[in-house]
């Protein structure tokens, strides 16, 4: 059973920085593109970033770019998004998502609140 679980979301202030993880399990990490998304209250669920399965592409969405670095680490299955000088328009639930090759991303986690106050 595929399983993908976000963790470090949390309350910050308007130019704090975060660091999301995602934990995966149940598929071979190192064969998968990942990939973070949000979605804000009453919005659609937006690209934040990707990165190729051994780490060597990163591509990001212009709102975050400069901003936001996702890394991966396939030896521990985990993804990463590192967020610098947060915007309060930021402020959304953050998802991990895999994908294999061209496939569309089958695979979600359940998503980590990020809230940026002013």
């Known amino acids: 059973q595929v399983q993908l679980l976000e963790s470090g979301g949390g309350l910050v202030q308007a130019g704090d920085s975060l660091k999301l993880s995602c934990t995966v399990s149940?598929?071979?990490?190192?064969?998968?593109?990942m990939g973070w998304f949000r979605q804000a209250p009453g919005k659609e669920r937006e690209f934040v970033a990707t990165?190729?399965?051994?780490?060597?592409?990163?591509f990001y969405a212009d709102s975050v770019s400069g901003r936001f670095t996702i890394s991966r680490d396939n030896a521990k299955n985990m993804v990463y998004l590192q967020m610098k000088n947060l915007k309060p328009e930021d402020t959304a639930v953050y998802y991990c998502?895999?994908?294999?090759?061209?496939?569309?991303?089958?695979?979600w986690g359940q998503g980590t609140q990020v809230t940026v106050s002013l």
């Open positions: 149940g598929l071979t990490f190192s064969n998968h593109i």
């Open positions: 998502a895999a994908r294999e090759g061209y496939n569309d991303y089958d695979y």
């Open positions: 990165i190729t399965e051994l780490g060597g592409n990163t």
